[in-house]
């Protein structure tokens, strides 16, 4: 699969911006659907992800501000970010990712979208 992610940009403090990531195949083939961010200096981390049946998870850090969902039909999964701060800034990546029957994860990953909060 290639994940193709778009959205990102500079904003301000407090606002906001929704991340797009476009699957070239179903999505329904994968178990987890995620976003994840990556700072200067710092490991990626998990923001965000969504099950094949609908559950979310996320970050302590991202709780109440951001949501994910995903439109299966059109093979797409994004990412509301809103009241964002300067502890956003980060490379978000798009992941896509399938549990074999032996849980062996096979992880796919998007080229990355910038978002750069800043006044």
């Known amino acids: 699969v290639q994940l193709q992610a778009c959205g990102g940009g500079l904003v301000q403090p407090g606002g906001s911006v929704k991340l797009s990531c476009a699957a070239s195949g179903s999505i329904s083939n994968y178990d987890l659907m995620g976003w994840y961010r990556q700072a200067a200096g710092k490991q990626r981390e998990l923001v965000a992800a969504i099950t094949d049946t609908g559950r979310t998870t996320y970050a302590d850090s991202v709780k109440g501000r951001f949501a994910i969902s995903r439109d299966n039909a059109k093979n797409t999964v994004y990412l509301q970010m809103n009241n964002l701060k300067f502890d956003d800034t980060a490379v978000y990546y798009c992941?896509?990712?399938?549990?074999?029957?032996?849980?062996?994860?096979?992880?796919?990953w998007g080229q990355g979208t910038l978002v750069t909060v800043s006044s």
């Open positions: 992941n896509a990712r399938r549990i074999s029957s032996l849980a062996t994860r096979y992880d796919y």
